[in-house]
């Protein structure tokens, strides 16, 4: 008599952020080339595994106005799964206000910043991970995030910031919990190339608060 199989042991299923980008990169079944096809298999893998997104009033603002026609059915399955978990992100004046202050943060980075903090709020209320291949953001707070005793690197040093487009497999592995989170996705890393793959918003090169 064969010996009997273990039991698989399930996955822990994590609460997502998904930005707009994503949501509007996606392309359908028959799309091959890197962005549309990676963003649309990160949404599918969302789908398919185990795992739920967090969805904040402005986040389904934005997504009503950039998604694609893959976005919007995965949508609706989503819904139709019960995988879509609503909450209400805190103000996040204190962070928006210390990165401000930061000598090394542009005018057009902080703006970059204050137009999609929902994501950082949205992630300080589920499990503390963005999947967006705009890296503005991300850029502007690991800038500030080089000085610990920041309110913001305090606050959102241990969020992962996940390029899907970029990191398409390591992404799959992590979601599959078959790899690590990297940890190169932590905003509180500060070794992030000068030129990244997706949108950024320029170069690291100063420290430091005015």
Same mark, same amino acid.
């Given at each position: 008599m064969p010996p009997a199989r273990a039991p698989r042991k399930a996955r822990t299923s994590k609460l997502l952020v998904v930005d707009a980008s994503v949501m509007a990169a996606a392309g359908g079944e028959a799309a091959t080339d890197p962005t549309p096809a990676h963003a649309r298999d990160a949404l599918k893998a969302?789908? #398919?595994i185990c795992?739920?997104?967090c969805l904040s009033?402005?986040?389904s603002d934005e997504w009503k106005r950039h998604q694609?026609?893959?976005a919007r059915r995965w949508l609706t399955q989503m819904y139709a799964a019960r995988k879509v978990i609503v909450r209400e992100p805190p103000a996040c004046h204190e962070i928006l206000a210390d990165i401000r202050a930061f000598h090394?943060? #542009?005018q057009a980075e902080f703006a970059a910043v204050e137009k999609d903090i929902h994501l950082i709020a949205?992630?300080?209320v589920s499990d503390r991970a963005v999947l967006s291949w705009d890296h503005r953001v991300a850029i502007a707070i690991r800038k500030v995030c080089v000085d610990q005793t #920041?309110?913001?690197s305090k606050s959102v040093s241990h969020v992962l910031w996940i390029d899907p487009i970029a990191d398409r497999d390591a992404l799959y592995a992590w979601l599959s919990e078959n790899g690590p989170a990297r940890a190169s996705w932590q905003l509180g890393v500060t070794a992030l190339p000068a030129t990244v793959t997706g949108r950024s918003g320029g170069r690291s090169t100063q420290r430091g608060r005015r």
């Open positions: 969302i789908l #398919t795992h739920k997104v009033p402005e986040l694609s026609r893959f090394a943060i #542009t949205a992630a300080l #920041t309110v913001t």
